[in-house]
């Protein structure tokens, strides 16, 4: 048995093929581990969708801020945009089944000494507080009042958590850190603005994952979002969107031996 931990697919169904032939995937005995941002931008969002889907339990994904963004598209509360490619998912027969089956996936997953998240934690949450920090966002993404959520879900504030944020303002913060997060201000408020590598930020901002004092580090963190930073491999920390779907590749790998896989992507994220 394997586990393969996913860099973001962004509808990019093509490399993830090739690349689960090249590592002889058996849905009876192995396991994918998808970071988030199943779709969008890439060519085949539906695909993507209906393939890991179908995995059933030999696939975990978790939530990332293109599948949210497709879950309010398809909601009515929010629109398309430029590069936005998820008309087939919207147009397809079989749209509802994997919209309530996007809307079921958490935000993090724990697994012994492993947690997977789509962007980042704030340094004051151990996984422990993040798990329960994620279960009261899902229970809001699964529960009757759903549309109302998605409404409230954009924006960049609050930028730091506080335990006597309420309503939507302390879902969106939990939202914003497990889907958005790059870097931090000093004082551990969240920068949702920068894009860059980190060597392209003030001078002052820090990555999430180098924060003084993470209590997360009693975990190795799985991580994707951050294609400007690329593939890294740390102690406690593996991020792995090798930015595919802007033509770079698609990146495997698998736990148990950190070893790395990668398909080439041809660009479609412009």
């Not at 090249?22 to 199943?38: K, N, P, T």
């Not at 975990?60 to 929010?78: I, P, R, T």
């Not at 008309?87 to 089944?97: I, N």
Request: glycine letters at 8%.
């Amino acid at each position: 048995m394997a586990t393969y931990a996913i860099g973001d697919l962004q509808g990019c169904l093509g490399p993830l093929e090739r690349l689960l032939r090249e590592v002889a995937f058996d849905r009876a005995r192995d396991q994918l581990w998808f970071v988030g941002d199943l779709v969008n931008r890439g060519p085949d969002s539906l695909g993507c969708l209906r393939f890991v889907r179908s995995l059933g339990d030999a696939a975990v994904c978790v939530l990332g801020n293109h599948d949210l963004h497709l879950l309010c598209v398809a909601a009515g509360v929010e629109r398309t945009r430029k590069r936005d490619t998820l008309e087939a998912v919207l147009a397809a027969p079989d749209r509802e089944a994997l919209l309530e089956w996007l809307r079921h996936r958490p935000l993090l997953h724990v697994q012994g000494s492993y947690a997977m998240v789509h962007a980042g934690l704030l340094p004051e949450w151990p996984i422990e507080t993040a798990s329960e920090r994620a279960a009261e966002v899902e229970a809001a993404l699964r529960g009757p009042d759903w549309r109302a959520f998605l409404a409230n879900l954009y924006g960049n504030e609050p930028a730091r958590w506080n335990d006597a944020l309420a309503g939507f303002d302390r879902l969106r913060v939990v939202v914003n850190a497990m889907t958005r997060l790059r870097v931090c201000h000093p004082d551990g408020a969240m920068n949702l603005e920068f894009r860059g590598e980190p060597d392209e930020s003030s001078g002052q901002d820090i990555p999430w994952f180098d924060m003084p004092g993470r209590r997360s580090r009693t975990h190795t963190l799985v991580c994707g979002h951050w294609s400007a930073l690329g593939l890294r491999l740390g102690e406690s920390v593996l991020s792995i969107d090798s930015g595919c779907v802007w033509g770079r590749a698609l990146t495997a790998l698998r736990l148990e031996d950190r070893r790395v896989f990668q398909a080439p992507c041809a660009a479609s994220g412009a």
